[in-house]
Each structure stands twice: as structure tokens, then as C-alpha cells.
């Protein structure tokens, strides 16, 4: 399997498109997971650093750019992890993640394998 997240979880939700099996669908979503953290966190770390020299107006445009306002009461590592969301949510892996957990609902699955009714 491959390790890099992004592959992974485009991988994983192609694989889960015509799944039915409500226990490979739990191992997909899970694994699935497991690497939609590890994605969040990469693209965490390079918006820090990407907006670690930028000004605090920088930083609110950018913010703003990206869907993800800085909203008063915010500080700035806040505003920082609401950038970091708003990108990560942006690319195909979170996409292709949220299109996995969408199957697995279809089946009762979820990462904590309860049972939908």
C-alpha cells in the first residue's frame, strides 16, 4: 500500500466506490482516516511555514482567499489552522476521503463501527 497520503486516499476511495462488504468498507474507512490525519497535518505544517514570515494583514487575506475568514476573537495560530483546513479541504485526497466516508454511511459503516438503523 502506498504510504503517501494523497495516493492513498484516492486510492482507497476508488477501491470503496462499488464495495458493499460492510467489514472491508470499516478496514477502507479506517485506513482511510489514518492517512486523511496525516494529510491535514502535512498541509498544517506548510501553512505555517508558508505563513510564518507573512504579516498579520498578509495572513488575513490569504484567510480570506481561501473561504477561511479570520474571524475576530481568532488568534493567529487559529486563523492559521482554519487556513490549513480550508486548503486541505480544497484538494482531491480530502475530497476523495469525504467521498469514501459518503459510501460507507450508505452502509452503516463509521469509524466507530456503530450501526446506522
Known amino acids: 500500500m502506498d504510504t503517501n497520503p494523497t495516493a492513498l486516499l484516492l486510492d482507497l476511495a476508488a477501491r470503496a466506490q462499488h464495495l458493499s462488504d460492510r467489514d472491508v468498507l470499516q478496514d477502507l474507512l479506517a485506513s482511510g482516516h489514518r492517512a486523511w490525519c496525516e494529510g491535514v497535518a502535512d498541509v498544517h505544517s506548510g501553512v505555517r511555514r508558508e505563513a510564518a514570515p507573512l504579516s498579520d494583514d498578509q495572513l488575513t487575506e490569504r484567510c480570506a482567499a481561501a473561504g477561511a475568514p479570520w474571524e475576530q476573537g481568532m488568534t493567529r495560530d487559529e486563523a492559521v489552522s482554519a487556513l490549513a ?13 469525504t467521498e469514501l466516508e459518503e459510501r460507507a454511511t450508505l452502509f452503516g459503516v463509521c469509524l466507530l463501527g456503530e450501526e446506522l438503523q
Open 85 to 97: 483546513f480550508a486548503t486541505w479541504d480544497a484538494v482531491p485526497a480530502a475530497m476523495a476521503y
